[in-house]
């Protein structure tokens, strides 16, 4: 629940393809972004990676981390990242997609697709 991290000091990272709209929607929740870190869309992290969150971490007295769900499957999949999951408070954010204009076009596109 986003709500439950509403004035918490987090250290944002993500290896995703638009990183701005996840740093504009954590700061819209009230969460308070003290360090981000930004990878390139689909990143495998590895050791170097961790070191460098863990820098940040201590160096900005974070309350946690905060990810996309894409990014904490991503941790998940390496025992060096299952470790550091264990290691420091970390949360992932999911993230749903919402047409504000032209779903139906959308739609008619995969329509066209798959008939």
């Keep these: 629940n986003p709500d439950s991290l509403r004035g918490k000091k987090v250290c944002l990272f993500s290896g995703i ?6 740093r504009h929607l954590v700061a819209s929740l009230g969460i308070v972004i003290v360090g981000e870190i930004v990878y390139p869309d689909h990143h495998s992290y590895r050791d170097q990676d961790l070191e460098r969150l863990k820098s940040l971490f201590s160096k900005e007295n974070a ?3 905060l990810t996309t769900m894409k990014d904490a499957a991503r941790l998940s999949g390496s025992s060096e990242g299952k ?3 264990n290691e420091f408070p970390l949360y992932g954010l999911a993230i749903d997609i919402d047409f504000v204009f032209g779903k ?4 008619q596109h995969l329509d066209r697709l798959f008939t």
């Design 63 to 65: 309350d946690c981390f």
């Design 17 to 22: 393809g638009i990183p701005e709209s996840f």
């Design 83 to 85: 470790a550091f999951m």
């Design 104 to 107: 139906e076009t959308f739609h």
